[in-house]
């Protein structure tokens, strides 16, 4: 039976439904942090969806400046990979770090890195292992501020 309850129910439920909608077309809904999962030396693009671990979502994006990706690199390395940043690869956060310890870094070149505002770029790795990051960084935002911190 179509009662006025009932049509209000139904119209509360396709609003409901739309605005759903709405939030998982935004950027932050589709957030892409993600670890590195290449542990081979040389030049690998970030681009590459298989060099991100489950061969898919790759951390920032390279329209817009207000990325919440953060992008992990954590392998215990066999080899010094060189990550190539594409052009303006924006991103809230990079992360280093080691399980265990190695002398083997990572060096992130190529592109510009687009850190949003408020963003970070930490390290957690030992005083035995240097991670570079061989690219221009820019700090979006009017005002815009970041962190770099070893923790």
Do not use: C, H, K
Not at 35 to 52: C, D, F, K, M, Q
Not at 56 to 65: D, E, L, M, Q
Not at 69 to 83: M, R
Not at 100 to 128: D, K
């Amino acid at each position: 039976m179509n009662t006025p309850a009932r049509q209000r129910l139904n119209v509360l439920l396709s609003s409901l439904a739309a605005i759903a909608a709405i939030i998982m077309a935004s950027p932050a809904a589709r957030a892409a942090s993600n670890s590195w999962n290449v542990n081979l030396a040389g030049p690998t693009a970030w681009s590459a969806a298989g060099s991100w671990t489950g061969g898919v979502n790759i951390p920032g994006a390279t329209s817009g400046t207000t990325s919440t990706d953060i992008a992990t690199f954590s392998l215990l390395l066999t080899a010094a990979p060189t990550v190539t940043v594409d052009a303006n690869r924006n991103v809230f956060g990079i992360t280093f770090s080691e399980t265990p310890a190695t002398p083997l870094g990572y060096t992130l070149s190529g592109g510009n890195l687009l850190l949003s505002n408020g963003g970070f770029i930490q390290s957690s790795a030992s005083a035995t292992r240097t991670d570079t990051v061989n690219t221009a960084i820019a700090i979006q935002g009017d005002g815009g501020s970041a962190s770099f911190t070893s923790v």
